[in-house]
């Protein structure tokens, strides 16, 4: 699969994980930044040096997709059964990875063991730290849309992801005994763990944004863009992945001008109709949602009204990154969207 350098991420990570464990990582940023595709490939360079495979497992959780709505969900997703008739250990939910990691389920038990964790008698969280305890490997354990599993109870009260935590807490910092990377584009669930006060001083957090301008240009000269087309390119749609993927795959060079502006005008009515739902929704409210972005537009942004800003972000008509306190446009398509939006509203 094509790969677009980013070296300064993929320094940092390699760095963190041939490191002793010591801290949570978490790897977040705005929708399709790239996140996945970057830790994929950090992962499978490793593994292919000499040695890796023998000094390291990768554990690979990715909740993209499946339906976890309940503590059963979850014990299900770290354990393989045993099958009692043939005495292979199976998992409903087991896949791999495009470079052969498994993916999921990697944590052989019996099926009694199984019932004990359903109903609470024994601890999972405790089983796989002994498990853990015994190996001889590194474990490098990644987690991809963890906060699938937000609204998750073991019983009314307790979290999963509580406890979730607390065990990473213990596998890096108390234990050093494995690397944990959870990745998020949930910019509310990073901002939680945040200012949670039981994982202060036990995380760190690296932001995987869109490639910036002077990379963008470099990848597009690359692809065979000129210079100035590549300028032009950027000024318009930026560094976000997926987008200069359409560009460039679009076969015929020539008319990179009218993807770009296909693009836009996609953007632009996806704005337009969001907005225009708001309206219609809740007039008083669609009201401070306008009156944000213009402030925001107009750089004069002194109050933060979070209710506002969760939705505009939860729209993707805004990101929001907790941990630098930065409020964007959610792309450089967004940006012009937003103005030209504005200005129509305003005249
Ligand atoms: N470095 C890269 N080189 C080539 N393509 C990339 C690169 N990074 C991302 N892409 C492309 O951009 C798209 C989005 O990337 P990816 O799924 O990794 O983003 P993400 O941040 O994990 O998204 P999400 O927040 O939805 O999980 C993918 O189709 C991928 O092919
Ligand atoms: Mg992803």
Redesign the pocket.
Known sequence: ??????KKEVEYLKRYIQSEPNAILFVY??????????L??VVSELSKRKGFVKKYDVFWYDL?GRLISSYKDVIDIFFKMEDTETGKFISSVESETSFGIPVIANFKIRTSMREEFYSKLADPFEYMEAVLMKGKKRHIIVF??LQRLKDVYINGERKVVDALFNFFVRLTKVLHLAHVIV???DTFFIEEIYKSSSLENTSRYYL?DY?DDETTKEILLNEGYSREEANYIVSWIGGV??L??EVINEGNKGSFKEVVHALYREVLSKVKLKLLEEKSKNEKFYKKEIEFLSYLMNDKLIFEDTEVLKRLAELEILYYDPINDRITPHTKLHERAIKEVLNSILE
């Open positions: 699969m094509k790969f677009w350098d980013r940023g705005p929708k399709s930044s790239g996140k996945s595709t970057l994929y490939h993209r991809d849309e990745m998020s584009s995987v490639f992945p997926w200069l993927e």
